[in-house]
């Protein structure tokens, strides 16, 4: 039985991988470390902030001020506002889904509520959202994430799964003994996301029946 469905957002719930990665190509241009779309997902996506700007000082040899992001969040305000959508088929399969679930995100609890809100979904998790970037030590690929939000909805992780798209979140899942799904419809193909216990699929319609066949 499955006690809880543990999602994660960017990329599983809202299709916000192609606005970061777009947002992150011109950051890495303007301070010196011009890489394309496909470096960009291999190094960052699914990394939180203070992951993704302890791997770029590492790259530059250099210290970044705390703030420097900023400098790019109007760009990254404004292709949201533009672009935001739900991942195609999550409404349908969410819809179907009659299991207790949560969100599990590297994300900050501000950029959880604004993406969740901008696709409709924010109320269908309200209460039930855990950010890696503020409410645990150590956001994914460690499993203090996924652990922690078991815990806290009195979720056995050995009776959840997880439905992640990136291999930080995938090695999460693994590290917390939590089965996972991988959906390979996003930016990060299923290559990248194979590995033992791992679940691949690329349409959101079929993770509905795909969590019926686990049960069984």
């Not at 609890?109 to 809100?117: A, N």
């Not at 939590?178 to 193909?189: D, E, K, L, R």
Request: hydrophobic share 45%; with cysteine; proline share 6%.
């Amino acid at each position: 039985m499955i006690e809880l469905v543990i999602f994660d957002c960017d990329g599983v719930l809202i299709d916000s991988e192609p606005i970061g990665v777009e947002v992150d190509r011109v950051a890495m241009a303007a301070l010196g470390l011009p890489m394309s779309e496909q470096e960009i997902v291999e190094r960052f996506v699914g990394l939180s902030q203070g992951a993704k700007t302890a791997a770029l000082e590492q790259l530059l040899g250099r210290a970044l001020p705390a703030d420097w992001w900023e400098e790019y969040r109007p760009l990254h305000t404004r292709l949201t506002e533009e672009r935001m959508t739900a991942v195609d088929g999550i409404a349908e399969a969410l819809e179907r889904i009659d299991l207790p679930s949560c969100v599990a995100s590297n994300s900050s609890h501000r950029w959880l509520r604004r993406g969740l809100g901008l696709t409709g979904l924010y109320e269908r998790f309200a209460g039930r959202i855990f950010s890696g970037a503020e409410d645990v030590p150590r956001g994914k690929p460690a499993p203090d994430l996924f652990l922690h939000a078991a815990r806290t909805l009195g979720a056995d992780p050995a009776r959840c799964v997880v439905v992640e798209d990136s291999p930080h979140g995938l090695s999460a899942a693994n590290a917390a003994g939590i089965p996972a799904f991988g959906y390979t419809g996003g930016v990060n193909s299923a290559a990248r996301l194979a590995g033992p216990g791992r679940v691949l699929f690329d349409d959101m319609r079929e993770l509905p029946k795909l969590l019926e066949e686990h049960v069984a």
